[in-house]
């Protein structure tokens, strides 16, 4: 039985041992009153109504696989949902994805998924975008001089090689590449961020291990898996690394535990990499500059939609009611920005 199929059995469990000891007590106290009892049977029922729902489910369902290959726990009441980091914590619901043209800031494509990780979705949604742009401009290929912006959480070898296969240009930035920035590292509010990279460690390919920046091994462990991906994992000596000079500059000062360094290197199941690519790409101030009008463009659409529409969260259950609640918000937006267009033709 999976992670959180054990989960619910635990709780089914915890129920059924409830409602025994309540059938017990019920059948040692036969003097008590008429409301107390027709409470205690009530709450009784729903409990055994809970029970049943969760034995059932348990019957009906296997484990359930988010986009990102990981394991997403289970729900009775809405099972197509998944736990979404809110402004209060966590909570049980669905991610509004959406693409909007450069220009006007008008929704191309939009839907949800109830999942916290985004970037598996990217070649769905880059496959939305283009087919209403054929619809909407009547070319085979309406994306073939366009340049498609997308934040960090979409960076990934899959995404790019995606990008790639539809003859895409993409600049989806890695998650370190603002470390990486000589503006932003020369700030105060930089000071002591800055980590070491992959990159700044050597390999040594005939005995299968790297050279740190303060000359010291780290070793191969073992191939590991994550999510999607798999690779290689090496790790230094906590005797080489204790007292190091580099030691806040290699290991996270989160870490209260750790005190060696760990090296995950990504094994690419493509002949190209694009990843490694896209780094350089977007270190380059070209592309940085172009990169730097994705906050222009899209922050403005979730702000309205959210802000000045009043969604906060989405109200429905299952991801067919909340595509059609989100796509009935974007709507609303794409109406605005077309009315707001009109206005401006006949201003004086």
Same mark, same amino acid.
């Given at each position: 039985?999976?992670?959180?199929?054990?989960? @619910?059995q635990?709780?089914?469990?915890?129920?059924?041992?409830?409602?025994?000891k309540i059938?017990?007590?019920h059948? +040692?106290?036969d003097?008590?009153?008429?409301?107390?009892?027709?409470?205690?049977? +009530?709450?009784?029922e729903? $409990?055994?109504?809970?029970?049943?729902?969760? =034995?059932?489910?348990?019957?009906?369902?296997?484990?359930?696989?988010?986009?990102g290959?990981e394991e997403?726990?289970?729900n009775?009441?809405?099972?197509e949902?998944?736990k979404?980091k809110?402004p209060?914590? #966590?909570?049980?619901?669905?991610?509004?994805l959406?693409a909007?043209?450069?220009?006007?800031?008008?929704?191309?494509a939009a839907?949800?998924?109830?999942s916290?990780?985004?970037?598996p979705?990217? &070649?769905e949604?880059?496959?939305?975008?283009?087919?209403? $742009?054929?619809m909407?401009?009547?070319?085979?290929? &309406?994306l073939?001089?366009?340049v *498609?912006?997308a934040d960090?959480a979409?960076?990934?070898e899959?995404?790019?090689?995606a990008?790639?296969?539809?003859?895409?240009?993409?600049?989806? &930035?890695?998650?370190?590449f603002?470390q990486?920035?000589?503006q @932003?590292?020369?700030g105060?509010?930089?000071?002591?961020k800055?980590?070491?990279?992959?990159?700044?460690?050597?390999?040594v390919?005939?005995a299968?291990?790297?050279i740190c920046?303060?000359g010291? !091994?780290? @070793?191969?462990?073992?191939? *590991?898996?994550?999510n999607?991906?798999?690779?290689?994992?090496?790790?230094?000596?906590? @005797?080489?690394c204790r007292?190091?000079?580099?030691?806040?500059?290699?290991i996270?000062?989160?870490?209260?535990t750790?005190?060696?360094?760990t090296?995950y290197? &990504? *094994?690419?199941? /493509?002949a190209?990499n =694009?990843?490694e +690519?896209?780094?350089a +790409?977007i270190?380059n101030?070209k592309y940085?500059?172009?990169y730097?009008r994705?906050?222009?463009?899209?922050?403005p659409?979730?702000?309205?939609?959210? /802000?000045?529409?009043g969604?906060?969260?989405?109200t #429905?259950r299952?991801?067919?009611?909340?595509?059609?609640?989100? =796509?009935?918000?974007?709507? $609303?937006h794409n109406?605005?920005?077309?009315?707001m267009?009109e206005?401006? !033709?006949?201003? *004086?």
């Amino acid at each position: 039985m999976v992670r959180y199929k054990k989960e @619910l059995q635990k709780k089914y469990d915890r129920i059924k041992g409830i409602t025994k000891k309540i059938i017990e007590e019920h059948k +040692k106290n036969d003097t008590q009153g008429a409301d107390e009892e027709a409470a205690t049977k +009530k709450k009784l029922e729903r $409990m055994e109504h809970d029970a049943a729902r969760i =034995l059932e489910f348990l019957s009906t369902h296997e484990k359930r696989i988010g986009g990102g290959g990981e394991e997403v726990k289970m729900n009775i009441t809405d099972n197509e949902s998944g736990k979404i980091k809110g402004p209060h914590g #966590m909570i049980q619901g669905y991610n509004g994805l959406a693409a909007a043209d450069g220009k006007k800031q008008v929704i191309i494509a939009a839907e949800t998924h109830g999942s916290a990780a985004e970037g598996p979705y990217f &070649p769905e949604i880059l496959d939305k975008v283009k087919t209403n $742009m054929q619809m909407i401009t009547e070319k085979e290929e &309406p994306l073939k001089k366009a340049v *498609v912006l997308a934040d960090t959480a979409y960076f990934s070898e899959d995404n790019l090689q995606a990008a790639k296969a539809r003859g895409v240009e993409v600049i989806i &930035p890695d998650q370190q590449f603002r470390q990486r920035d000589e503006q @932003l590292s020369k700030g105060e509010h930089r000071k002591g961020k800055e980590r070491f990279e992959a990159r700044d460690f050597k390999y040594v390919k005939k005995a299968n291990y790297y050279i740190c920046p303060n000359g010291k !091994k780290l @070793l191969f462990k073992r191939h *590991v898996a994550l999510n999607r991906n798999h690779g290689m994992k090496y790790e230094s000596k906590t @005797l080489d690394c204790r007292g190091c000079f580099y030691f806040e500059k290699c290991i996270s000062s989160k870490s209260k535990t750790k005190n060696y360094r760990t090296l995950y290197i &990504p *094994v690419s199941d /493509y002949a190209e990499n =694009l990843a490694e +690519k896209m780094r350089a +790409k977007i270190d380059n101030p070209k592309y940085k500059k172009i990169y730097g009008r994705r906050m222009q463009i899209i922050e403005p659409v979730f702000a309205n939609i959210t /802000y000045c529409k009043g969604i906060s969260r989405f109200t #429905m259950r299952s991801k067919a009611k909340n595509d059609i609640q989100w =796509l009935l918000y974007c709507i $609303m937006h794409n109406i605005g920005k077309c009315f707001m267009e009109e206005r401006m !033709k006949y201003a *004086v």
